[in-house]
């Protein structure tokens, strides 16, 4: 019988090197070979980087990216001046689309609001049409899973998910048109990237870190789909992100010594940013949530409706996730 325990990795390490062959044929038969070669492709791992705490304990590195995350904004609001034919509503139902991808998907977070940053920066400079909207924004799902991901979406997954309305060789194509525009510059810092530097400056419960981190992610995912928050710096959005999870958490409440007022301070602190802007952005986010539930629970009505046919199916029978990140786990 193979060794179910032996990793695949260590079996491509064993192959490379004669001395272990010899055991390896020993550990499988040829008759069991085919058992093992089925057992490795049946480990499906996910391989995930953990954080560098050197990196996230030094302040150089958060004063860099602080110094760095203005180069990657659009310059101004495109839809005034370069897309005729591209309206505002059209970015956000390419950008729920493209969420619902990376979601189903289980891309790393990350791999969503870079997507968005090249979208905004491609159309910050190039007219495009809209019916070459949601091929833009394939690309842009191509190129950040490829600088994120261990295994990068392909091009012929991605055209599947537009109904195969676009090919994988003018996906391709289009690559190489988006990445001259962005002039090749591809790591650019995302709201994601403050998210850890941010959460290690506050006295947070380490039993909580991962539920906080969860809604944070998902405030960010959201203002990535909503416009008005395409030219907010990057800081500040991961900033008033944690500060309305941390509130809509009503961790605040538990030491009202320890936060209270001083919340808001303290982040604005840690990421430079003024008070009363850093304010103003959360309540924009928690507006945002608020519109995104109110939506969501619209448009389950009228699934249900829908559905709901002389079998006359219950709530309990329909009740589904509307938006790919479940915001209704996110309290206010």
Request: hydrophobic share 40%; charged share 25%; net charge negative.
């Amino acid at each position: 019988m193979p060794r179910k325990d032996f990793p695949c990795h260590l079996v491509a390490l064993f192959l490379r090197n004669a001395a272990f062959r010899e055991n390896f044929h020993f550990l499988c038969s040829s008759e069991s070979t085919s058992t093992m070669e089925l057992l490795c492709l049946e480990m499906d791992t996910i391989i995930r980087a953990r954080s560098d705490p050197n990196l996230l304990r030094d302040d150089r590195v958060l004063q860099n990216l602080l110094t760095i995350e203005e180069r990657f904004l659009p310059q101004y609001s495109y839809f005034k001046g370069v897309q005729k034919d591209i309206q505002p509503f059209m970015r956000r139902m390419v950008a729920t689309w493209m969420l619902e991808v990376c979601e189903e998907q289980k891309c790393e977070e990350e791999v969503f609001p870079l997507a968005m940053n090249y979208l905004d920066r491609f159309l910050a400079v190039v007219p495009t049409k809209k019916c070459n909207l949601q091929l833009l924004g394939a690309v842009c799902m191509f190129l950040a899973s490829k600088l994120k991901e261990t295994r990068p979406l392909t091009a012929e997954k991605l055209c599947i998910y537009t109904d195969n309305s676009i090919r994988p060789q003018e996906l391709l194509e289009w690559e190489l048109v988006v990445l001259g525009k962005l002039k090749w510059n591809l790591a650019a810092v995302t709201p994601n990237d403050f998210i850890e530097h941010i959460m290690r400056r506050l006295p947070l419960p380490e039993d909580k870190l991962a539920l906080i981190r969860k809604h944070v992610q998902t405030f960010i995912a959201l203002c990535a789909t909503d416009f008005r928050f395409a030219m907010y710096p990057p800081s500040m959005i991961a900033t008033g992100s944690v500060g309305a999870a941390i509130c809509g958490l009503q961790l605040d409440s538990a030491d009202q010594s320890q936060w209270g007022d001083s919340l808001t301070d303290l982040l604005a602190k840690i990421t430079n940013t003024e008070v009363d802007v850093l304010k103003e952005c959360q309540e924009q986010i928690e507006r945002v949530l608020v519109s995104s539930l109110r939506e969501g629970r619209q448009h389950q009505q009228q699934q249900q409706q829908t559905q709901r046919g002389p079998s006359g199916k219950g709530l309990d029978e329909l009740d589904q996730s509307s938006t790919p990140t479940d915001v209704r786990d996110v309290n206010l």
